[in-house]
């Protein structure tokens, strides 16, 4: 097929960018969309003009450094998966695909399609761990049962990949459903209840000094999220800090 | 004698580690305080290896290519971590680990290594469930366990198919716990470019700040590698894209010996290659051959009709399909090692029996198990005489509960669905066992210099088992390092801070800038990937799932040929001053141009088959065994730890013999 790109580029953070066209043929079916991208940069390359810059890495879904901003949604517009599960099937001949960086006063741009996601680093510096050394004197891992519904549950919440889709489809640029993913997965386990109230509020507390924006419950994050993180986990993050600010 | 000294400490195998750790020296916490480590790669091996160092006290710098640590590639493996817990009263110990991992890798590991290994491995789940990592578990409340190919118990601990990033997460939690406290520094979008040696010690690396372009010199009284491995070297692999031998290589350079580098594994069940513009190939787990049935169809006209669309691999009976893997090996069917499941895959293949287009495919069937398992779900929910209907949708549901994310991963990928129609899978590139040679210590040959994890060389021979991969990485980094560098380092307690404005950091600074001029002064004839691929298509065909001494001679010629033109020829666009993806791929791809090289020579070398490494030479002419790999002990029994001396080609072989004394050498069987 043939298609016509709107590419985002910008050449450092200080920088002003801009859309540029770029028309692209011989793309097929079955090349992921970051594929399709490798044959624009190898042409881009050939005809001597600097590649544009993306973040990948695993190219199957799970590292998390993939975004982009496909045609106004994250990770494009198929369900579930990230951009580099994505497939050129989903397009047809003659598109024209506006390809943009990840938007959020919290996600500066590094290069091109390139964001800085380290605010989400500090968020879980801040209380994203038990607290427990790794000296391999823990109690017998079967101490602790656990209901399996509990540990499903806290599973699906560790499932975040933490790629920033939920901020970037947010109007108001919010991280919670990123911080209550954390939150909750260890909310739902007994280990990590001793730190639950400091882990609450120091994790709150980073995420709005990084400059997110407030939850309005608009759903959009829910949606976009391409591992599925359900909205309870804010609904959980909410309660938990209710439960915290008053016991400080 | 050989020059390689391994360090195995003394007393009977189940002891070694235990008395190894009465007599090493500590060091106080005070001293602890002045001194500084520094670790490359922020995986399993390395973020729990920086964790742990932190919480002890040292001053820990971590470094990683990607924007977080918990980006590493150890986040993508999916199917779960072997521990000797015998929670399942299955006749499992830390004996029988040992004994299968010694096994599974063909005999080709170090048996005092691997026990340790099997010996910590219980300990990794106590940690990683106190750190909360969500593992699956039983109504009961305990932790579920399933079974990895190669072995007769069920050990394996899963997330999922997420256990590699739940896992990662943890240490990476630990991490941040320590960034959080100031012990850990943590360098993410920073490339270590070269190591740098004083008086002959590891004293620290030079890396590039991959944002501003800015070269920067880093010292420490020791330094870990954890980088991962090298699979990448043939283009295509289940790899991420960024994964590298940059860092090993460079220390290799530096005087670290290299160690079996042509032990790599070839998964057996990975999504086919779909094109020339493929840039990487998908896993899907070795868990699903708990369930999944491996066949191709019998007849050649059935399959020339599936090729052509014409059949249905569901409307094939029962008797028209070919188990191969449960014809030939009835006592492990699908679950054989994947070395074994590979090669024969490739061997009903080439057989014609491939049933894609590419004739490089063959299926891994659900079916059967949908229909087990929709059985017992409809006895457990008090249906009787369910309908078909019933039977298939609750089967597909417990599928669903035990592999959905790899089923969805493989239907957005394909665009088929896995349910209704078998999977189509065939063999690639997922794991190097080769390495930087280490000793028990995980030290290699230079002082100060660690590596841990895929990195390294020592645990899994020949072939690694399922599931072994994420065991070795905590475990060197979390029980295993902690240790050793300690004893390392009590001699650095008065060394105090090592200065970066030394002659020695100079050298290294400049013979890192002036080969980075030299990848941008190319004439700009071809990209970086027009070689990588190259390089890739050479290594396959000749280096890849059967070798033999003609073509790995001419692989040795043809890449020696390949890395002079990518010298003179590359174009790398950009400048050297900013982001520049191209620069670095291009540094990556030079060393793997001269890692290439090294692969095939020691390939060359070993003239037997061992685990992944299959000589067409060295095969089984009679009885049961026929047509199977065949080892040379008398020959062979050794590690081939190479000392870099300029050209690959001129690359000086160092044998370590390989003495077993808790395991008679047998023929590994699996029938």
Redesign the interface.
């Given at each position: 097929m043939n298609l016509t790109l709107k590419i985002w580029r910008q050449?450092?953070a200080n920088s002003k960018g801009k859309l540029v066209d770029y028309k692209i043929s011989g793309i097929?079916?079955?090349?992921?969309f970051?594929?399709m991208l490798?044959?624009l940069n190898?042409d881009?390359?050939?005809k001597?003009?600097?590649?544009v810059?993306f973040?990948?890495?695993?190219?199957?879904?799970?590292?998390?450094?993939c975004s982009l901003q496909i045609n106004g949604e994250p990770h494009g517009p198929?369900r579930?998966?990230t951009t580099c599960?994505?497939?050129m099937?989903k397009f047809n001949d003659g598109d024209t695909i506006y390809i943009e960086p990840f938007r959020a006063k919290a996600f500066p741009v590094?290069?091109d399609l390139?964001v800085?996601?380290?605010s989400?680093?500090r968020i879980?510096?801040?209380?994203?761990?038990?607290?427990?050394?790794?000296s391999?004197n823990?109690?017998?891992?079967?101490a602790?049962?656990?209901?399996?519904e509990d540990?499903?549950e806290?599973?699906d919440a560790?499932?975040c990949?933490?790629c920033g889709a939920c901020v970037a489809a947010c109007k108001n640029a919010s991280a919670m459903l990123f911080t209550s993913a954390k939150v909750s997965?260890?909310a739902l386990?007994p280990?990590?209840q001793v730190e639950a109230t400091e882990r609450v509020l120091a994790m709150v507390n980073q995420m709005d000094e990084e400059g997110f924006g407030n939850c309005t419950n608009t759903g959009a994050c829910e949606i976009e999220c391409p591992k599925g993180i359900s909205l309870e986990n804010i609904a959980r993050m909410n309660r938990e800090y209710l439960k915290a600010s008053m016991k400080g | 004698m050989s020059i390689l000294d391994s360090k195995i400490p003394e007393g009977p195998l189940a002891d070694k580690w235990t008395n190894y750790k009465n007599k090493i020296n500590l060091v106080n916490p005070a001293n602890k305080r002045n001194i500084d480590v520094i670790v490359v790669g922020t995986g399993l091996a390395g973020g729990s290896a920086a964790a742990t160092l932190a919480e002890l006290g040292y001053n820990v710098k971590t470094f990683c290519y990607q924007d977080s640590p918990r980006r590493a590639h150890s986040i993508a493996a999916q199917g779960g971590i072997n521990a000797a817990k015998n929670y399942q009263g299955d006749g499992d110990s830390d004996y029988r680990l040992f004994y299968d991992t010694v096994k599974g890798g063909d005999y080709r590991s170090r048996e005092a290594n691997v026990y340790r290994l099997a010996e910590v491995s219980g300990n990794i789940i106590d940690q990683c469930v106190a750190q909360g990592v969500p593992f699956a578990r039983e109504y009961g409340g305990l932790l579920d366990n399933r079974s990895f190919g190669g072995v007769l118990v069920s050990r394996t601990f899963y997330a999922k198919g997420q256990t590699g990033q739940q896992l990662l997460l943890g240490a990476y939690s630990a991490m941040n716990r320590q960034i959080n406290r100031g012990k850990i520094q943590a360098f993410n979008r920073h490339e270590m470019l070269d190591l740098v040696k004083i008086d002959g010690k590891a004293r620290g690396i030079i890396a590039r700040n991959l944002v501003t372009g800015e070269i920067e010199r880093h010292s420490a009284h020791a330094v870990v590698l954890a980088s991962g491995g090298y699979g990448n070297v043939f283009f295509l692999s289940t790899n991420a894209m960024g994964s590298n031998v940059m860092a090993a290589w460079r220390a290799h350079r530096r005087g670290a010996f290299f160690a079996n580098p042509c032990y790599t594994q070839i998964h057996p069940t990975c999504i086919p290659v779909s094109g020339d513009h493929q840039s990487k190939l998908t896993l899907m787990s070795e868990s699903l051959r708990n369930d999944g049935r491996i066949w191709v169809p019998k007849r050649k006209e059935d399959v020339e009709a599936i090729r052509e669309g014409k059949l249905k691999p569901t409307q094939l009976s029962e008797e028209e399909r070919d188990y191969y893997l449960e014809r030939r090996y009835p006592a492990f069917g699908n679950l054989v090692p994947r070395d074994v499941a590979s090669r024969a895959a490739k061997e009903r293949c080439d057989a014609g029996f491939g049933v894609n287009k590419t004739g490089e495919a063959v299926y891994l069937d659900f079916a059967s198990a949908i229909q087990r398992y929709g059985k017992e779900k409809a006895l457990t929910s008090g249906i009787h005489n369910p309908s078909k209907e019933e039977i298939t949708k609750m089967g597909e549901e417990v599928i669903e509960s035990k592999y959905g994310n790899l089923f969805q991963m493989y239907e957005k990928i394909v665009d088929e669905n896995p349910y209704k129609s078998p999977m189509m899978i065939y063999p690639a590139v997922h794991y190097t066992m080769g390495g930087l040679w280490v000793d028990y210590n995980l030290q290699t040959t230079i002082p100060g210099c660690y590596a841990a994890g895929e990195a390294n060389f020592s645990d899994h021979g020949a072939n690694r088992l399922g599931a072994s991969a994420l065991m070795q990485g905590l475990a060197d980094g979390y029980f295993v390092l902690p240790y050793t560098i300690g004893d390392y380092l009590s001699q650095d307690i008065r060394t105090g801070k090592i200065p970066t404005d030394t002659p020695e950091f100079d050298q290294a600074e400049k013979e890192v800038k002036d080969r980075i001029e030299k990848l941008m002064a190319g004439s700009g004839e071809h990209s970086v990937d027009y070689y990588h691929k190259k390089l890739g298509k050479i290594m396959w065909n000749k280096c890849g799932m059967s070798r033999n001494e003609k073509e790995l001679k001419e692989a040795i010629e043809e890449i020696a040929v390949l890395r002079e033109d990518f010298w003179k020829n590359v174009k790398v666009p950009g400048t050297i001053n900013s982001m520049n993806p191209e620069l670095e791929k291009a540094g990556r791809v030079a060393d793997f141009l001269e890692l290439g090289e090294l692969f095939a020579k020691d390939a060359l070398n070993r003239n037997e088959s061992c685990g992944g490494h299959f000589r067409e030479e060295s095969v089984e002419q009679s009885g049961e065994q026929k047509g199977e790999a065949l080892r040379d002990d008398k020959n062979f029994k050794y590690v081939a730890a190479w000392e870099y001396k300029g050209e690959p080609k001129d690359a000086q072989l160092h044998k370590e013999d390989l003495v077993f004394e808790n395991i008679e050498l047998k023929t590994r069987s699996y029938k």
């Open positions: 050449s450092d097929e079916g079955d090349m992921s970051l594929e490798d044959v190898e881009l390359i050939n001597g003009e600097e590649p810059v973040d990948h890495d695993c190219r199957e879904g799970i590292c998390g450094a198929d579930l998966i599960q994505l497939h099937r590094v290069k390139m800085d996601r380290s989400f680093e879980q510096q801040a209380g994203g761990y038990i607290s427990v050394n790794t391999g823990t109690q017998d891992a079967n602790i049962p656990i209901r399996k540990a499903d806290a599973m560790a499932t990949i933490g997965q260890f386990l280990q990590g | -």
